[in-house]
């Protein structure tokens, strides 16, 4: 199975990373957005990924050559072996990305001739199963179809397709061009071709293939980072310190150079409200430690303070 021809379903904040970085090598790359409004409200995040991925490359250019040079593993994966030739040739790929991205409403339009469908789309499992039961009506034989969600498993959808056998799930980390991560996780129906072509495009795009070998939800890294950021938020609800003073505490203790409060406005104050209603008790007991956390994190979206892509979620970006 080859891949060449990819849709990205969904221009938020991985979904616009996605589609770049997968632009960014060479891939014909479209993003499906519900609405014209929508596909405005995504136009600057990849104007932002742009400007990124041209400051970095440009930065990098002081390191060519070096062994050991710390750089954006997803942007040049072998730094040591780089010119500035090379990284000016990067560049120009970046400008290719940004000018020959699709952008498409249209879903039967979007995925005729796909070889592979990235659903990246908001952690709502009602959500996904009508997105799932249209591009199921308008989907080809060949097409793979792979979900980023954050906390849920493939064998949740599986019954939404024809071709259970070609679903399955690619994750990746924030800030896909640094943190190059590409975790692996099909359902027990899933066919091998089907999740070794999905390995092989993780490879293709400059990310580190990680297969995990049963489902998992939350899969490997967000099994260890959500119940960090549910510390964090739990300390914040139960008015223990505020955002800052938690971060720096964090910071200071351990050496990391993000706080909780930093890396949930990385990925997105909207994601983290979704995560956080799925505990019942979100919904049923005003009084818990989860509806506390959704009140706010309710305030903040409400506010239009969503994370860094909007320039404010906890901290300040412009």
Request: with cysteine.
């Amino acid at each position: 199975m080859s891949i060449k021809n990819v849709v990205v379903a969904g221009g938020g904040v991985l979904g616009s990373q996605i589609a770049f970085q997968t632009a960014y090598r060479g891939f014909n790359v479209t993003l499906w957005l519900r609405s014209a409004e929508s596909i405005e409200r995504t136009k600057p995040k990849i104007e932002r990924l742009r400007g990124i991925y041209l400051t970095e490359l440009e930065a990098a250019k002081a390191k060519a050559g070096v062994k050991g040079a710390m750089v954006s593993r997803g942007l040049i994966p072998d730094i040591e072996n780089a010119t500035a030739e090379s990284i000016e040739e990067l560049k120009n790929k970046v400008e290719e990305a940004y000018k020959n991205l699709k952008y498409e409403t249209d879903l039967a339009k979007a995925v005729k001739d796909c070889d592979l469908v990235i659903e990246s789309m908001a952690e709502n499992p009602e959500a996904k199963v009508d997105f799932y039961t249209k591009l199921n009506a308008v989907l080809e034989d060949k097409t793979i179809v792979a979900t980023n969600s954050s906390t849920m498993i493939p064998s949740q959808f599986r019954h939404c397709f024809t071709k259970p056998e070609k679903y399955l799930a690619i994750h990746f980390a924030n800030n896909i061009w640094k943190s190059n991560t590409a975790e692996i996780m099909g359902h027990d129906g899933t066919d091998k071709a089907a999740y070794d072509a999905v390995a092989k495009f993780a490879e293709d795009i400059a990310m580190v293939p990680l297969k995990l070998q049963k489902e998992q939800p939350g899969y490997i890294l967000n099994s260890m980072l959500v119940p960090f950021l549910k510390s964090g938020e739990m300390l914040l609800a139960k008015e223990v310190a505020d955002p800052a003073t938690i971060d720096l505490t964090w910071r200071l203790g351990t050496g990391s150079p993000l706080g909780p409060f930093q890396i949930l406005d990385i990925v997105g104050l909207t994601t983290a409200y979704n995560i956080n209603m799925m505990d019942p008790l979100a919904t049923s007991d005003p009084d818990s430690i989860p509806a506390k956390i959704g009140v706010i994190l309710k305030k903040y979206i409400d506010e239009g303070k969503t994370g860094i892509n909007a320039g404010e979620g906890f901290y300040k970006y412009k």
